[in-house]
């Protein structure tokens, strides 16, 4: 970002496996995922496409908005991606909380430096869970505040998409030993 007031940590699995046991092997998290993906089919429904850090530094500007099921248009309306968020901290109205442009996942484009005519920004306090389909326009706001704000970003694809969407590499990027330590699921 601008000045290096915005930073991302990629591959969060492959650097602890705390970060598969928090998502991955997670219930309630598992549930949602195979509900909102779910069609008839003998193949997984979906894979995890990027699990990282995103942390916004006092004084950051605000990003552009952006939808994460970054496909040619027409977009599909259908669900290709899903984020899932873990906040690490409060998200308040001035720290740089992430923004949605309300219903703009029912007519799925690019926002093309466009704003959305509604908008809402996410309050909620550390510890919370934020899930939005990847059609819906957002971005991490400005950072006023005089600490940091941390979030933990899952993106979750269509299995359909898998030659597309995994971000991470994860089987290139983790060692084979590592892997096998893992969970069945994750």
Not at 151 to 172: G, M
């Amino acid at each position: 970002g601008k000045d290096k007031k915005f930073r991302r940590s990629y591959n969060l699995i492959g650097k602890d496996i705390l970060f598969s046991e928090l998502i991955l092997d997670n219930n309630f998290i598992n549930a949602l995922l195979f509900k909102l993906f779910n069609r008839k089919t003998y193949h997984e429904k979906f894979y995890l496409s990027s699990m990282q850090s995103n942390t916004v530094f006092p004084g950051a500007e605000s990003q552009i908005w952006h939808i994460d099921s970054n496909m040619p248009e027409p977009i599909p309306n259908w669900l290709t991606r899903l984020q899932v968020a873990i906040t690490i901290d409060d998200f308040t109205k001035s720290n740089g909380s992430t923004e949605f442009g309300l219903k703009t996942h029912l007519k799925p484009s690019q926002p093309k430096n466009r704003k959305p005519h509604l908008k809402k920004k996410v309050i909620c306090k550390k510890g919370s869970l934020i899930i939005w389909h990847g059609n819906l326009w957002h971005r991490s706001t400005e950072n006023n505040s005089n600490k940091l704000r941390k979030v933990i970003l899952c993106c979750f694809a269509n299995s359909v998409l898998r030659q597309v969407s995994t971000e991470d590499n994860f089987l290139r990027l983790i060692p084979k030993s590592k892997i096998l330590s893992f969970s069945d699921n994750t």
